[in-house]
């Protein structure tokens, strides 16, 4: 089955909020002709992966799409992300750097250092003498406080209400793809749980506290299963939409 195109998105996205490719062009600065080819899904005019994932972020925002979800997309049907650049490539001198001539060690430097070690050293252990030795060992071998055998152990107040109440607020999505779509998964507090490509035939699974919020890119190619109930399609083929479940009904809000 064939993936729903980043083009397909982008164009849908941009007539679901009802802009024109000349109201897009002014408000992104990038040119009519370049947004044409990409909503075609030619991305032969943008100068290189780099430029196209500008010009993908740039479209994205305007048109309500995350962004780092589309160049991702991107990436996985376009061969990857930017290729990492050799230092030696970027680091490169015709220059001969003139290295010192190398010295060989001050023997007579060490000699000294040692000698004053040693008399330093002979100094305090004459001043200390055998008691300070013999407190010494007296001191190491003095046992160190134990806990008594029959000492209980208390373990912390378990807190059963806190634990109900998180169960309560718990929201748990299962997606099943009949074809190929894309998705992007985030809790009530924006943080993301999944982005990518959900394959065919496949299901995964996604829970959060509160809310969870998706973007589906071919609503008619996935099922849902919200908190233990089945809702069907959310939406019919090729249909890009988007849906917040919450803890109290599996229906979206």
Request: proline share 7%; aromatic share 4%.
């Amino acid at each position: 089955m064939q993936e729903q195109s980043i083009g397909a998105m982008l164009a849908a996205a941009r007539r679901a909020r009802g802009l024109t490719v000349g109201q897009l062009s002014a408000t992104t600065r990038v040119r009519e002709a370049l947004i044409y080819a990409i909503e075609r899904d030619d991305f032969s005019l943008c100068g290189g992966d780099f430029y196209a994932r500008g010009h993908i972020k740039a479209i994205s925002r305007v048109v309500g799409l995350d962004p780092d979800a589309m160049v991702h997309l991107y990436d996985e049907q376009h061969g990857g992300g930017p290729k990492p650049v050799r230092a030696a490539t970027v680091f490169q001198t015709d220059k001969r750097v003139k290295l010192r001539e190398r010295r060989g060690p001050n023997w007579t430097l060490a000699l000294g250092v040692a000698l004053a070690i040693v008399v330093v050293f002979g100094i305090v252990r004459a001043m200390g003498g055998p008691d300070s030795t013999h407190m010494a060992d007296v001191r190491s071998a003095s046992p160190s406080p134990s806990v008594p055998p029959n000492t209980p152990i208390t373990e912390p107040p378990r807190r059963p209400a806190a634990l109900t109440a998180t169960k309560k607020n718990l929201v748990v999505v299962k997606v099943k793809a009949k074809r190929a779509s894309y998705l992007n998964v985030r809790d009530s507090k924006g943080r993301k749980l999944f982005s990518g490509t959900l394959r065919a035939g496949r299901s995964s699974t996604w829970q959060a506290t509160s809310a969870v919020d998706m973007l589906i890119g071919d609503a008619g190619a996935v099922s849902l299963q919200v908190n233990g109930k089945n809702l069907g399609h959310p939406g019919s083929r090729g249909e890009m939409v988007r849906r917040t479940f919450g803890p109290s009904s599996p229906r979206p809000r």
